[in-house]
Each structure stands twice: as C-alpha cells, then as structure tokens.
C-alpha cells in the first residue's frame, strides 16, 4: 500500500520526535528536574505511530503505563505534556497526573494508567459506547505483554468479542513484563493466539516496521468500523530502556540489546523512506533537527509555567475530607 510521501515524513519526524522527547526526559530526570519515575517507550515508536496513523481524527486512544508516545502520536501538544511531568498548571491533568495519569478528550485520548491491564476494560466500556451510539468511532487500545497475564485483558476481549465491538486491542510485545521474559510467563509462542480463545482476528506483526504495523492495524480499524468485531494485534518489539527510570536492564544480556539495535524503528523506517527516494540524507537531518527543537521548545514552555495554586489543591476531588 502506498501513502503520500508528506505525510511519511510527517510521521518520521513524529517517531523521531518522541524518541527526543523520551532521551530529553531522560536527562531531566537525572537532573531532577522532574520527581518520581517514568516509563520510556524508546524503541517502541513505530507501534505508536504506525497503529494511530491507521485512525480517523474522531477515533479514540486508551494508553498504559508507557504512553507518552501513544499520547504524541494522537496529537498531543509537546509544551503540556512536558509540563504535566513538570507539575505545572498548564499540564494535562494540572500537575497533579503526572506521567501515568493524563488524558485529553478533544482528541479522543481517554487516558494512561498506571495499572497494569487497566485500561483495556475502560477501552473496552468506550467501544460499547461507540456501538449503541452508533458513533462509527474505532477504539483503539494499548497495552504491554505483561497486561496478557492479568484478568482484565481476559475479560475485556471476551466481552469485545461476543459483543463485536469496534476495538483494537494492539499488544506491543516487548518481551519483558519489567524483568520477567515473555516465555516464563505465556506458553503460547506468540501472543496474537489468545484471540482464538476468543473467537476473534489475531495477527502477530513486525513491531519495528511502521508499514507493517500501519497495514495490519488499517485492516482492524476497517474491520472494526464496519461491525465485524474487533482484532487483536501483537506488535513484536523491544523497549530500548529499563522497565522504569531506575531499571538497569540488568536481566538482558548485551548481544540481545545489540541485535535489536541494529532493528531500531528510526533507523528501519528512515532507511525505507531513503531507498523509496521519499528523503535524502540531508532531508533526514532536517526533519531530526527540527525534531529536536520542538522538544527544546516544549521544555522551555514547561519551565516557565506556572505552579499549581495551593487554593486549588482540593478541586476536581470525588471526595474532600
């Protein structure tokens, strides 16, 4: 299938984007400039990316733990979403969210947890909703491999299925539920075969290969959209960083990180847009450059933000003490 070359480099500089926004985090983080933890998606773009791509505007995103590039990827805009890790007023969620809890509705992005598996029953209650609606918005769901072991992810594509609601339920499989590898969890050899228990599209796809995963998630959204019951994708992928900002990875060994390495999504879709005579090298390092200062922006927008009021502290509360 082929796209319009703008729009490919559009997306290129979109997952390069989040990669610089993900090592600039990074280095916040060590300065301490922002407090707590983080999770990074650095390697995992393209599923972001890929899979949203396959979306109308009005469609509608769930995230987990992982999901700043989930959240890039449906639109979000760079300055807020750096002040929300910052605990600024003009955060996302004002400052009191944080990295695991954000969401914006005006472009159907429905929110992040921190729990694992815990967005797939939300997504799932979201696509329902579309159906009795009538909406002819398609969900789309992300969760990790980890999220495979806990009931709600059960539950949630039973329910999907019987009910044939317009949900993607997109698995990027990075092969680690924090330390534990995929194998030692799952006897099944790729996860895309749970979705037979269910009766419902499983397809297992290149999780570094934007094409790949645009293809695959395009016919799901059609297949959702059109009444047909939702699928369920597994992205095969790697996350180019510990589980969380204090993760040294110390359960990989060297010649796995590298062999990944040399399947990062930058480079796989960088090269493809090369070779299709889409870019140059000249054009790549603009679109980079460019990348990096939008994030350079976003920074600066975030560190002079304001402070939340201390007067508001008790706002937005299901219960005040």
């Not at 491999?145 to 990075?174: K, S, T």
């Amino acid at each position: 299938m082929s796209y319009p070359a703008k729009e490919l480099v559009a997306h290129y500089r979109l997952m390069v984007t989040i990669r610089e926004f993900e090592e600039a985090l990074d280095e916040l983080f060590s300065k301490g400039l922002i407090g707590g933890t983080s999770h990074f998606c650095r390697g995992q773009e393209a599923c972001a990316v890929g899979a949203v791509a396959a979306l109308e505007a009005s469609d509608l995103v769930t995230s987990n733990h992982r999901g700043h590039g989930h959240f890039i990827a449906k639109g979000a805009e760079l300055g807020r979403l750096m002040a929300e890790l910052m605990g600024k007023r003009e955060g996302y969620s004002g400052g009191r969210g944080g990295s695991q809890h954000m969401a914006a509705f005006d472009i159907g992005f429905l929110g992040s947890n921190g729990i694992t598996g815990g967005m797939i029953p939300v997504a799932t209650g979201a696509a329902l909703t579309q159906k009795l609606q009538k909406t002819g918005r398609v969900v789309l769901c992300f969760f990790g491999d980890g999220a495979c072991g806990q009931g709600a992810f059960h539950e949630g594509v039973n329910m999907g299925a019987v009910w044939e609601l317009p949900i993607v339920y997109f698995l990027e499989n990075n092969l680690y539920a924090m330390s534990t590898h995929v194998v030692e969890n799952f006897k099944v050899t790729e996860l895309a075969q749970f979705a037979s228990s269910y009766g419902m599209t499983g397809v297992s796809v290149d999780g570094n290969d934007y094409f790949a995963v645009r293809e695959a998630a395009a016919e799901a959204v059609a297949q959702a959209r059109s009444g047909a019951g939702p699928t369920l994708i597994e992205a095969r992928t790697y996350r180019m960083c510990g589980h969380s900002k204090s993760d040294q990875c110390e359960y990989r060994s060297d010649e796995e990180e590298a062999s990944w390495a040399a399947r990062d999504p930058l480079s796989v879709m960088k090269g493809r847009l090369i070779a299709d005579g889409i870019m140059d090298e000249a054009n790549a390092a603009a679109v980079e450059q460019q990348a990096a200062g939008d994030v350079a922006e976003a920074i600066e927008f975030a560190r002079q933000a304001a402070e939340p009021d201390p007067d508001t502290v008790t706002d937005d509360l299901f219960a005040d003490l």
